[in-house]
Nanobody, 125 residues
Framework: QVQLVESGGGLVQAGGSLRLSCAAS????????MGWFRQAPGKEREFVAA????????YYADSVKGRFTISRDNAKTTVYLQMNSLKPEDTAVYYCAAAPFANSNYVTGHGYDYWGQGTQVTVSS
């Protein structure tokens, strides 16, 4: 089992940056692909980014490509989301999630078994 705790959210002006962190418990972190999702008020949860167990492969939603960067440190059992050039439409609760390494659907935002509690990101105009 994997427990996930996000941090790093907050209020930032448009054009600013934030770095989200997601700390995972357990010694099997390196066997999980990791993803970031977000949910804005009144909207469905959407896929933001994903990273493979070895960090070789990274995937991004078109809406964040070129602005957000996902990374992970398996030694620290932590996954990060660096968010630059933030826009008001990036305002949402951001969640990290873990998908077993055998699940290839993680790249499309599916097959995630474990979720964090979320961290709020608010971008003011």
């Amino acid at each position: 089992q994997v427990q996930l705790v996000e941090s790093g959210g907050g209020l930032v002006q448009a054009g600013g940056s934030l770095r989200l962190s997601c700390a995972a418990s357990g010694r099997t972190f390196s066997r999980y692909h990791m993803g970031w999702f977000r949910q804005a008020p009144g909207k469905e949860r959407e896929f933001v980014a994903a990273i493979s167990v070895s960090s070789i492969s990274k995937y991004y939603a078109d809406s964040v490509k070129g602005r957000f960067t996902i990374s992970r440190d398996n030694a620290k059992t932590t996954v990060y989301l660096q968010m630059n050039s933030l826009k008001p439409e990036d305002t949402a609760v951001y969640y990290c999630a873990a998908a077993p390494f055998a699940n290839s659907n993680y790249v499309t935002g599916h097959g995630y078994d474990y979720w964090g509690q979320g961290t709020q990101v608010t971008v003011s105009s």
